[in-house]
C-alpha cells in the first residue's frame, strides 16, 4: 500500500475511534474497537440531572476499581462468601451502567463464589473489562464539568 | 408520602433516593437491615422500598417484620439481583407486593412506586 494510502488509513482509523464511533459527547452509548458496547449510560441519563451523573460517575470511577481489587483479594484469600457477596453487589450498581462484558463476568463469579471455586483469569477479564471503559467514562466525567461550569 | 430505602450498595441508594426525591416523596434511607429496622419501629412509612441482601438483617427479615405488626399494612417492593427468583417467590410468600431487578430504569421505579403508593 502506498503511503498516501497509508496515511488515508490511519486518519479514517483515528475519525472512527471507539470515542466518536458511538457519538458526539454526551451520547448514551459508548462501543469498544470490535463495536461490541462497552456501557450505556441511558438509565442514569433518565434522571435528568448532571450533578447527580457526575456523582455516578466519579463513584464508578472510584468504587469499581476498588471492589474489582476487593474481590480479587477475596479470591486469593480463598474466601468465597465475600467472593461472592462483592461480586453480587458490583453485579447490581455496575448494571447501572450497562456494561455487558464486565456484568456477565460477574454473574459467572458470583456463581463461582457460591460454588467456591473462582477463576482468576475471570476475575482478570473483569479488570480488564473495566480498564476498556475506564478512559470514556473519565471523558465523560471531563466534558460533564465542563458542561456545569460554563452553566453557573 | 413518606418512603422508606433500604439498600447497603450506594450507587443505588443515591439513585433511588433522587427518583423519589424528583417525584415529590419524603425519603428516609438506612443502609443496612438493622438500621432499616429501627426506622421501621421509629416511623409511619407509606410504602417500603428493600434490597435482598444487606448486612445485619436481610430483605425478607424486614417484610417479616413489618407483616407481623399487624398495624403496618404498607406496601412493600423488593429490589431483586439477575438469578433471584426463588428469593423473590419467598418475598411474596411473607408479603411483599412487588419487585424490581437490578439494573432498573428509575423511570420504571417511579411508575411502580406511585401505582402502589396511590391504592
Redesign the interface.
Known amino acids: 500500500m502506498s503511503n498516501l494510502k497509508q496515511g488515508f488509513f490511519q486518519i479514517l482509523q483515528k475519525i472512527s475511534s471507539p470515542f466518536r464511533k458511538s457519538g458526539p459527547t454526551g451520547s448514551t452509548l459508548k462501543t469498544g474497537p470490535d463495536g461490541e458496547a462497552l456501557y450505556d449510560l441511558s438509565?442514569?441519563r433518565?434522571?435528568e440531572?448532571d450533578q447527580?451523573l457526575l456523582?455516578?460517575l466519579n463513584?464508578?470511577l472510584q468504587?469499581i476499581p476498588a471492589q474489582l481489587e476487593n474481590i480479587r483479594i477475596a479470591a486469593v484469600d480463598k474466601n468465597f462468601e465475600k467472593v461472592y457477596?462483592l461480586s453480587?453487589?458490583l453485579?447490581?450498581?455496575a448494571?447501572?451502567l450497562?456494561s455487558r462484558p464486565l456484568m456477565d463476568l460477574l454473574?459467572q463469579i458470583e456463581r463461582q463464589g457460591k460454588e467456591r471455586q473462582v477463576s482468576m483469569n475471570d476475575i482478570h477479564q473483569a479488570v480488564l473489562a473495566y480498564a476498556r471503559m475506564e478512559g470514556s467514562l473519565k471523558m465523560e466525567k471531563i466534558v460533564l464539568e465542563r458542561k456545569m461550569a460554563r452553566s453557573v | 408520602m413518606k418512603i422508606l430505602v433500604a439498600e447497603d450498595e450506594a450507587i443505588m441508594l443515591k439513585t433511588i433516593d433522587l427518583r423519589l426525591r424528583k417525584d415529590g416523596y419524603d425519603v428516609i434511607l438506612a443502609e443496612d437491615g438493622l438500621m432499616a429496622l429501627e426506622k421501621i419501629r421509629e416511623l409511619d412509612f407509606d410504602l417500603i422500598i428493600t434490597d435482598i441482601m444487606m448486612p445485619y438483617a436481610s430483605g425478607l427479615e424486614i417484610i417479616n417484620a413489618v407483616r407481623k405488626e399487624q398495624s403496618k399494612k404498607m406496601p412493600i417492593i423488593i429490589l431483586s439481583a439477575m438469578g433471584q427468583e426463588d428469593v423473590v417467590l419467598e418475598a411474596f410468600q411473607l408479603g411483599a407486593d412487588d419487585y424490581i431487578t437490578k439494573p432498573f430504569s428509575p423511570n420504571e421505579l417511579s411508575v411502580r412506586v406511585k401505582r402502589l403508593i396511590t391504592k
Open positions: 438509565l442514569l433518565e434522571l440531572d447527580y456523582n455516578m463513584m464508578f468504587n457477596q453480587h453487589k453485579k447490581g450498581s448494571g447501572m450497562q454473574v
